[in-house]
């Protein structure tokens, strides 16, 4: 859409963000409310992550067929994936393809990047600008900015960098014309997700790839392979039973966690389940048995099988050594799945440094000084991540109520009730926002249901007449308790210091764990629930022609323990 000349356009909503969350979230409030609706997106495409997220490598982690929407079965119809595991421009093919069928382009404004977003009180509007001076009016905000946006990008603040004589680049911003490895010197700075996914691709090409590992991660074969005639069969043949199993268990994912616990079998049942899983692939190694996220003694004993995994995989012994030295429990750090990471340090181009012994000191001009040594580079990589979760929103100026800025609220960690909406924050939505599932789900399934929910709420106060919705401050101070109850009964707990899901990787950052650790099934059921009693928890009412708007008094202004308390684990 041309973006010359347009100033202070009114609409009923407006979304921040062109990627799966977003573009479902126009189809709802444009074409199934009727809503004048408009996308701001910061890049020059649609895709939201995938559109940054483009490195070497870069594939998503959850299977093909569970990692599109479900809303629409003609459209389940029309599509057909070529992998069990989607790249990055298989994806994006796929989004150019949804953005066709449903004529979203239209609505959409790209380079478009929102610098701040101010609620009038008097109004009852969200004014929002953007970069390029854009103004628009809404009376719905809704925040569809994923959880890891290039905004919020981590660069280590290693000094020298400015000084580096060679190329840099940030896996999270990569260059969509790309980048030529051959015949260069690359150090890699980072081995998290991205990091194992980016290194057996450089190291095909480029002279030498040195990794520099602060902190070795586990990570299961991913098992990649084309997807057949017969599985493509099956998936038509059962469509509404893989739907209705991602759409309701715990984690949005195309399997369900086995009952069997750890020490119900014996050692050597144990070793053939989990040779099984290993075979197998992808995040189902998670679940091959039901306890390994809540009890540490069973934890270990996947921990153990994956370290000796990794050393009868990589031949140097040293190497082995460095790459098994973890410092967390499985699970708590987000999972990687791979393709030949491990594999790639037999490679005779492809060092392996330790920097918890050997600690970065400074990037120097002709590349990176450690504790112990100097490596000559031509290209740097910073497959460092993101200040997620929290980072995209707060890189944003938002001031709800009197002036009140988010990064305020927010000092001490997030808060939200349903990760859906903030008190003090009225008409702003945000999907899969901290307080949500989200990153501990197959991301789609969060999405769809966040959509759905804000469609159906905010149909629901068209009907009804209402144009103001916001959480109460004690339905968020009760979801907030609920949150952190729900993760001391995981293993979670014990990334407070190492996860980004703490904000672990952000200096000064509250170690506050940020997903919802109670299972998507568990939260799609409290979502409902509030739902059916007519959005208790929230203040709703109706701007009576330009007033200011006082909410009113609710006899209950917090979540119903009924609610909570029903839906366990």
């Known amino acids: 859409m041309n973006n010359n000349g347009l100033k202070n356009i009114k609409l009923d909503s407006l979304i921040i963000g062109a990627g799966f969350s977003g573009l479902y979230q126009l189809i709802a409030l444009r074409n199934r409310l009727g809503f004048s609706t408009k996308i701001l997106e910061a890049g020059n495409g649609i895709g939201g992550t995938w559109y940054w997220n483009r490195y070497p490598g870069a594939r998503c982690d959850s299977e093909s067929h569970s990692y599109n929407y479900y809303f629409d079965d003609e459209l389940l119809d029309e599509w057909q994936w070529s992998e069990r595991y989607p790249g990055q421009e298989e994806i994006i093919k796929y989004l150019n393809y949804v953005v066709e069928k449903f004529d979203l382009n239209k609505d959409i404004y790209f380079n478009s990047r929102v610098l701040s977003a ?28 994923g959880c890891l946006d290039n905004s919020s990008s981590i660069i280590p603040k290693f000094s020298g960098l400015e000084n580096f004589k060679g190329d840099w680049y940030h896996t999270g911003n990569w260059p969509h014309e790309g980048v030529d490895f051959k015949g260069k010197r690359v150090g890699q700075i980072g081995t998290g997700s991205t990091g194992i996914q980016t290194a057996p691709i450089i190291a095909e090409t480029a002279s030498h790839l040195t990794v520099f590992q602060r902190n070795p991660n586990f990570s299961v074969p991913a098992s990649n392979r084309p997807l057949n005639s017969d599985f493509q069969k099956y998936l038509r043949e059962n469509r509404e039973k893989i739907k209705k199993m ?33 075979e197998n692939g992808g995040l189902s190694f998670r679940g091959c048995f039901q306890d390994i996220a809540f009890d540490k003694k069973a934890n270990d ?28 429990v499985f699970g708590t750090k987000r999972p990687p799945i791979d393709t030949n990471y491990f594999e790639t340090f037999n490679r005779d181009n492809v060092s392996l440094v330790d920097v918890k012994s050997s600690p970065i000191e400074s990037i120097i001009p002709k590349g990176i000084k450690t504790k112990k040594e100097e490596y000559e580079l031509d290209i740097l990589v910073f497959a460092t991540g993101f200040d997620a979760m929290t980072g995209p929103l707060l890189n944003i100026d938002i001031q709800g109520l009197d002036g009140k800025k988010l990064r305020d609220i927010w000092k001490d960690g997030p808060k939200t009730f349903l990760g859906i909406q903030i008190a003090g924050f009225p008409n702003l939505f945000t999907i899969t926002g901290p307080g949500s599932p989200s990153v501990l789900c197959n991301m789609i399934v969060p999405i769809e249901q966040h959509v759905e929910w804000i469609e159906k709420c905010l149909g629901y106060m068209k009907k009804n007449n209402i144009n103001y919705i916001e959480a109460t401050q004690g339905s968020m101070k009760k979801w907030v308790e609920h949150n952190e109850d729900v993760v001391n009964e995981t293993l979670f707990i014990h990334g407070k210091e190492h996860s980004w899901y703490f904000g672990a990787n952000i200096p000064g950052k509250p170690r506050v764990f940020m997903p919802y650790a109670g299972g998507m099934g568990r939260y799609k059921a409290i979502c409902n629930d509030v739902a059916r009693q007519n959005y208790i928890g929230f203040k709703l009412g109706n701007n009576d022609k330009g007033k200011t708007y006082i909410p009113p008094k609710l006899s209950v202004d917090i979540l119903v323990e009924d609610v909570l308390m029903t839906k366990k684990l």
């Open 246 to 278: 991602i759409q309701s268990n715990t984690n949005g994912h195309p399997f369900l966690f086995s009952e069997c616990k750890i020490f119900d079998v014996s050692e050597e049942e144990r070793e053939e389940i989990f040779e099984r899983a290993w």
């Open 301 to 328: 004993m996947a921990v153990d099988f994956l370290k000796r995994k990794i050393r009868s995989i990589v031949k140097n012994p040293e190497k082995a050594k460095v790459l098994t030295n973890m410092d967390h």
């Open 118 to 145: 101010h609620y009038d009180q008097q109004k009852n509007k969200w004014l929002v600008v953007t970069e390029n001076g854009q103004r628009f009016e809404c009376t719905y905000l809704i925040a569809a900015v």
